[in-house]
């Protein structure tokens, strides 16, 4: 328990004084017009208050990452809580802030877009291709995770496949519509409710005496019931993304850019999103590592279930908080990942739009980009999900490297404090090296090989950044 509380006040520390610091660093001018001020056109540039952005921006990027990814992340142990805690605030948050600010810099432009003007033509039209698909891939993830948890909850009544039309249903309507039609009115709603439900779950595990782990010298270790083929790292910085760095959020901060009426309202929204994610993920890893009796019996557990992370939602719910308490709880969890699911797609579509120079005001032209969109999705909902959720994973991670190294080149060029971006972009690009060379799904390579290989990368990445700046 002392583990948790000095996480969560650490990570509120850095809100409140690390994020000024990067405030002044960008250049935040509360004078200048947004993009939602200077160029509003109904569908995706409107105005909204600071506090609606905050809660859409928390529910765009808090999808099933930091439940699920928090919940496999507990198997290796209390060091989840570094990753997490230190991760959002010098990687994940300082990502999302810089990525929506530049977005807003650059009147709302996609991040797609942003990469290519600071990292040249060729590394902007490859991203197009890889953030679309991604996003695309997201999309059908959190189609078919919030229809297996709806479908738990419903046995005898409705299918999962009846659950997939559903959610896909209400995606294609939250894509095509105006940003305040649905995601503008229900958006704050589900932002309370899936934060009710974190704490009201955290408190329960209090209240019942469960024992918490404690990060100390005896734990510090790799707890991973197969810890030679899951080493800490880079598996754990894979598995454990949302709830500490993850480049979706670099594809979602920009929608809310052409919402803010204030550049200062971008620490509270970008920065302040993510380190309230970062405290579900938190909650989330406590409840997983203590709620079986231990990481051990957490272990036991998941591979019993396949990795199944539903399965213990709805196992922890119903014990925790009784039969209604629980529905009111897996409905958040559910929210979580459908209110990232719409707006990945959403993503996908103004990022094709910017590529075509199509504006979005007609619906025409929204139909014209979302229908191939939807019919990849579509397609994608037939592969099996575990393999779609794996190679999302690393893509993700991936992602996220490559805008960590967009600010770095970003900050460079403005003659700003650089460091702050580059430190995580070399350490994401090792993450992300070792991982494609040692996982299963990646080359399956020896350990040895791997981290050779993913430093002799990171240390080329690095050379190149310096010749650059030398220019």
Request: proline share 4%; glycine share 8%.
């Amino acid at each position: 328990m002392v583990t948790l509380i000095i996480s969560v006040i650490v990570l509120l520390l850095g809100y409140f004084l690390y994020s000024r610091y990067l405030e002044r660093v960008f250049g935040a001018d509360g004078k200048r017009q947004t993009p939602a001020i200077s160029m509003p056109d109904g569908v995706d540039y409107l105005p909204l208050p600071w506090w609606k952005a905050f809660l859409i921006q928390f529910l765009n990027i808090a999808g099933l990452g930091p439940i699920f990814g928090a919940i496999a992340g507990a198997m290796w142990g209390p060091v989840a809580y570094l990753w997490i805690v230190l991760g959002a605030l010098f990687a994940g948050a300082t990502h999302d802030y810089f990525s929506g600010m530049l977005s807003i810099k650059h009147k709302g432009l996609s991040i797609t877009e942003i990469v290519g003007i600071y990292m040249g033509q060729f590394t902007k039209q490859f991203m197009r291709a890889f953030t679309v698909l991604l996003m695309v891939m997201v999309g059908t993830v959190f189609i078919m995770g919030p229809a297996k948890i709806l479908a738990g909850i419903t046995p005898g009544f409705a299918t999962m496949s009846f659950w997939v039309w559903v959610v896909f249903c209400y995606y294609v309507l939250a894509t095509m519509l105006p940003i305040d039609k649905i995601i503008g009115r229900f958006y704050p709603v589900f932002g309370f409710a899936l934060m009710f439900m974190a704490i009201s779950l955290v408190l329960a595990l209090f209240a019942k005496g469960f024992h918490i782990p404690e990060l100390n010298l005896e734990n510090f270790k790799n707890i991973h019931n197969n810890a030679e083929k899951f080493p800490i790292f880079p598996m754990l910085f894979i598995t454990i993304a949302c709830g500490a760095i993850s480049g979706f959020h670099a594809t979602q901060s920009p929608l809310m850019a052409r919402c803010l009426t204030n550049e200062k309202q971008g620490r509270k929204v970008f920065y302040g999103a993510m380190i309230t994610e970062a405290v579900v993920a938190l909650i989330w890893a406590t409840i997983a590592m203590s709620f079986f009796g231990g990481i051990g019996e957490l272990n036991s557990v998941m591979v019993e279930h396949k990795g199944n992370a539903a399965w213990v939602v709805n196992e922890v719910a119903n014990s925790l908080l009784g039969k209604f308490g629980a529905v009111l709880a897996l409905l958040g969890v559910v929210a979580a990942p459908i209110t990232s699911g719409d707006t990945a797609f959403r993503s996908a579509r103004l990022i094709v739009a910017d590529f075509l120079k199509l504006k979005q005001g007609p619906v025409k032209n929204r139909l014209m980009v979302s229908i191939p969109l939807f019919a990849v999705g579509l397609l994608l909902t037939q592969v099996n999900f575990d393999i779609i959720w794996r190679y999302f994973a690393w893509s993700n991670q991936t992602l996220a490297t490559v805008v960590l190294w967009t600010i770095t080149v970003y900050l460079a060029t403005e003659k700003k404090n650089y460091w702050i971006t580059l430190l995580p972009a070399l350490f994401m690009t090792m993450v992300v090296s070792v991982y494609l060379m040692l996982a299963p799904e990646g080359l399956s390579l020896s350990k040895a090989f791997s981290y050779s290989i993913g430093a002799l990368i990171t240390i080329f990445s690095a050379w190149g950044f310096f010749k650059f700046i030398r220019k």
